[in-house]
């Protein structure tokens, strides 16, 4: 069985979730498949730059315009593709895969060109797909809601996993050094990720001008645009941001932070959630989407995003034996998800689609 990935993704963004996905999937392919061959360009992907990967050029077409097309290479017959961001061969005799993450289009942005590209070829990818993976049972709800008429049996639910780099230090906050050395002796709340309206960001800021014991460090995003820094103006002497750091770095981060703060409306996983837990760091954040699912009861999670109900949830965290209690709690629940597990279950989903496909 030929397996053929598709690594566009790594030229869409910088970082994020789907990155951190596609790398560790490959990271694997590497050691246990040898028959698996590599599309990709050049670019800035920060996850990208770690793996040794021989690869072959698709097309010359500019990336703005082949992003949105079917693949466009001849693909060897009966082999497996799957795209790292909503792209199928339009071949016969080739199994498409493709991977759903989230439907935050769907949900959160406005109507406009962007969305209705964007719609239009997820939907495409999901309707050419033999087989569909969800990286949570409320990404498959979602998408059952969207594509009734999908065949439910050609979804299969495979939970992201969490990296081995996230682990509990002893002693913290020895590491903190070098570019970290500037938060040392700080009490701090992090927040990782983009700063999308669904993030609820502004209520992070609105939080922290409440809390005034507390720093705030950023990791990840885009540098802050004139609304944002003027809407952190007043707390400015306490914002640290980080942006292009990996997971051996980000772990120090959880490691000495007061809290995870992730008030998200909505997260198709929200592997932040898993690594803080993983690295011993309590989370705070929103009772809505895939989050309970991923968190379990280890978190505090509030129903409605007000900056009353998060800073009440944060100060329940000065309680020494309640956090004790979640961190032990998140400890064990992180261990529910396993890149090694995402890979295999990954790997015989293939093979079941491939059966399925090919051997009727």
């Given at each position: 069985?030929?397996?053929?990935?598709?690594?566009?993704?790594?030229?869409?963004?910088?970082?994020?979730?789907?990155?951190?996905?596609?790398?560790?999937?490959?990271?694997?392919?590497?050691?246990?498949?040898?028959?698996?061959?590599?599309?990709?360009?050049?670019?800035?992907?920060?996850?990208?730059?770690?793996?040794?990967?021989?690869?072959?050029?698709?097309?010359?077409?500019?990336?703005?315009?082949?992003?949105?097309?079917?693949?466009?290479?001849?693909?060897?017959?009966?082999?497996?593709?799957?795209?790292?961001?909503?792209?199928?061969?339009?071949?016969?005799?080739?199994?498409?895969?493709?991977?759903?993450?989230?439907?935050?289009?769907?949900?959160?942005?406005?109507?406009?060109?962007?969305?209705?590209?964007?719609?239009?070829?997820?939907?495409?990818?999901?309707?050419?797909?033999?087989?569909?993976?969800?990286?949570?049972?409320?990404?498959?709800?979602?998408?059952?809601?969207?594509?009734?008429?999908?065949?439910?049996?050609?979804?299969?639910?495979?939970?992201?996993?969490?990296?081995?780099?996230?682990?509990?230090?002893?002693?913290?906050?020895?590491?903190?050094?070098?570019?970290?050395?500037?938060?040392?002796?700080?009490?701090?709340?992090?927040?990782?990720?983009?700063?999308?309206?669904?993030?609820?960001?502004?209520?992070?800021?609105?939080?922290?001008?409440?809390?005034?014991?507390?720093?705030?460090?950023?990791?990840?995003?885009?540098?802050?645009?004139?609304?944002?820094?003027?809407?952190?103006?007043?707390?400015?002497?306490?914002?640290?941001?980080?942006?292009?750091?990996?997971?051996?770095?980000?772990?120090?981060?959880?490691?000495?932070?007061?809290?995870?703060?992730?008030?998200?409306?909505?997260?198709?996983?929200?592997?932040?959630?898993?690594?803080?837990?993983?690295?011993?760091?309590?989370?705070?954040?929103?009772?809505?989407?895939?989050i309970p699912e991923v968190s379990g009861d280890a978190a505090v999670l509030v129903d409605e995003v007000k900056k009353a109900k998060f800073i009440e949830s944060i100060k329940l965290l000065e309680n020494v034996n309640l956090r004790d209690d979640l961190i032990k709690k998140g400890l064990i629940q992180s261990q529910k998800f396993s890149w090694d597990k995402c890979f295999d279950e990954t790997m015989r989903f293939?093979?079941?689609?491939?059966?399925?496909?090919?051997?009727?």
């Amino acid at each position: 069985m030929k397996i053929i990935y598709d690594n566009i993704v790594y030229s869409l963004q910088k970082a994020g979730g789907i990155s951190i996905y596609w790398s560790e999937l490959i990271k694997r392919l590497l050691k246990r498949e040898k028959n698996v061959s590599f599309y990709d360009s050049k670019n800035q992907n920060i996850f990208r730059k770690d793996l040794d990967i021989r690869f072959q050029k698709e097309s010359n077409l500019d990336l703005k315009l082949l992003r949105y097309l079917p693949f466009m290479k001849k693909l060897p017959l009966k082999s497996v593709f799957h795209s790292s961001y909503y792209r199928v061969s339009l071949q016969k005799d080739v199994v498409n895969i493709t991977t759903v993450h989230d439907f935050t289009y769907e949900y959160f942005m406005r109507s406009g060109l962007a969305k209705y590209v964007h719609v239009l070829q997820k939907g495409f990818a999901i309707k050419k797909s033999d087989g569909i993976i969800c990286v949570s049972e409320n990404t498959k709800k979602d998408l059952m809601k969207f594509y009734p008429m999908i065949d439910e049996s050609k979804i299969k639910v495979i939970y992201n996993g969490v990296g081995d780099e996230f682990i509990k230090f002893e002693n913290p906050q020895k590491y903190l050094i070098n570019e970290f050395e500037v938060l040392k002796d700080k009490k701090y709340i992090i927040y990782i990720g983009d700063r999308s309206s669904y993030k609820n960001f502004d209520v992070v800021i609105k939080v922290l001008k409440e809390l005034n014991d507390f720093s705030l460090v950023i990791v990840g995003g885009k540098e802050f645009d004139i609304n944002e820094q003027e809407n952190i103006k007043e707390i400015n002497n306490r914002v640290y941001p980080f942006r292009g750091i990996g997971g051996d770095k980000l772990n120090i981060l959880y490691n000495n932070a007061f809290c995870l703060f992730y008030p998200s409306s909505y997260e198709g996983f929200g592997i932040p959630i898993s690594e803080a837990m993983k690295a011993g760091c309590p989370v705070v954040s929103t009772n809505k989407s895939s989050i309970p699912e991923v968190s379990g009861d280890a978190a505090v999670l509030v129903d409605e995003v007000k900056k009353a109900k998060f800073i009440e949830s944060i100060k329940l965290l000065e309680n020494v034996n309640l956090r004790d209690d979640l961190i032990k709690k998140g400890l064990i629940q992180s261990q529910k998800f396993s890149w090694d597990k995402c890979f295999d279950e990954t790997m015989r989903f293939y093979e079941e689609v491939y059966k399925r496909k090919f051997n009727k």
